[in-house]
């Protein structure tokens, strides 16, 4: 698929709306309207460092910065 952008998201978003053990994807994020799609094009998400992350999500199909991937796993959670 040809990705239209990038969206970055913080962690500090995942926290504030996400549940503890919730599944994190592009499509979760469009629903809750945090990453959109641009005209029906997929919209690929990076998920940023920024802001603090205590609960254990499950992050899918998302680019994540070393710094992100390092808070998710600390926090329990995990990058597939």
Do not use: H
Request: with cysteine; net charge positive; proline share 1%.
């Amino acid at each position: 698929a040809a990705y239209s952008s990038v969206v970055a998201v913080n962690l500090a978003a995942l926290e504030k709306y996400f549940e503890n053990g919730a599944t994190v994807n592009p499509e979760v994020l469009a629903q809750k309207k945090i990453a959109g799609t641009m005209k029906g094009k997929e919209i690929k998400v990076k998920i940023l460092g920024g802001g603090v992350l205590v609960k254990k999500l499950t992050i899918e199909n998302c680019f994540t910065s070393k710094s992100a991937k390092e808070k998710i796993e600390k926090a329990g959670g995990k990058v597939t």
